[in-house]
């Protein structure tokens, strides 16, 4: 048997209990829609939201590895680039040294042949020199060795060994076609130069795809990790939207039941009423 009391209004009290469960269920809801986060905060959830921060430090960490991967990458790009044409005139120095070493060329000749000998050598020293992204030159004399960051806690480092092009790294300072013999000299010298140019080419280009290897690595594992975050955070918006419009009508209800409960102290009023 109920007991209709003016000082306890138990109906009033329910309903009002009820009403402000759904109205908290419905602020969460809300969130989530307009966050897209089931864990924005420490106290939506203290363990899964310090995890996610672990995560996030560590792709933001990433994303600096990438940088540096990527400034390694662009520098190796410059000199492999700088090297392919230094060996074109590798080439072309062979051709006029041994043009040079015929005994039977003219004064003239072989003075023009010492002038393109000479320029090829100038362009050579000029394409090393111009050879630098962001500062760093990996084929000039005395170039010091790169040092990518490879890790997100930047422990592991990827070396990228420097190349000397040069005409002293490559052996031709002081080479000249002044005489047939002379060119003899210069064309044995030059010969060996190109093939050191190849190797130390071919070095740069290992480096290179090293560095492509790490950038990849480390963009696939950033991508994971990011995904593995939206997996403990993200909230199901379309689960959420649906719950949100469930709780909405729910609330609607929850006023009208307070309402009905709030009515019944107007009834108890009434028996005092003559009639």
Do not use: C
């Amino acid at each position: 048997m109920s007991l209709n009391s003016i000082n306890t209004n138990t109906g009033a009290q329910v309903a009002l209990q009820t009403l402000n469960s759904t109205n908290t269920a419905l602020l969460q809801a809300q969130n989530e829609v307009s966050t897209g986060l089931a864990v924005a905060t420490p106290s939506d959830n203290g363990a899964i939201w310090a995890i996610a921060q672990g995560q996030r430090a560590q792709v933001t960490a990433l994303t600096a590895v990438s940088d540096s991967l990527n400034r390694a990458a662009s520098t190796l790009d410059v000199a492999i680039s700088a090297g392919e044409q230094i060996s074109d005139l590798l080439t072309q120095l062979q051709s006029t040294a041994l043009n040079a070493t015929d005994q039977s060329l003219t004064t003239t000749n072989r003075e023009s042949l010492a002038s393109q000998y000479e320029s090829l050598l100038n362009q050579i020293t000029e394409t090393v020199n111009q050879a630098s992204f962001n500062g760093a030159n990996l084929i000039n004399s005395g170039a010091a060795d790169m040092l990518a960051i490879a890790s997100a806690d930047g422990a592991t480092k990827l070396t990228v060994d420097a190349q000397s092009l040069t005409l002293a790294g490559l052996g031709l300072s002081g080479t000249s076609l002044g005489t047939a013999s002379l060119a003899s000299t210069a064309l044995a010298a030059v010969t060996a130069a190109g093939n050191t140019a190849d190797n130390r080419l071919a070095e740069l280009g290992t480096s290179s795809n090293a560095v492509s290897t790490a950038l990849s690595f480390t963009s696939n594992l950033s991508d994971a990790l990011t995904t593995g975050v939206g997996n403990l955070v993200d909230a199901d918006v379309a689960a959420e939207s649906a719950t949100l419009q469930a709780l909405q009508t729910k609330q609607q209800l929850g006023v009208q039941a307070l309402s009905i409960a709030n009515s019944s102290t107007s009834v108890l009023l009434s028996l005092f009423h003559g009639g």
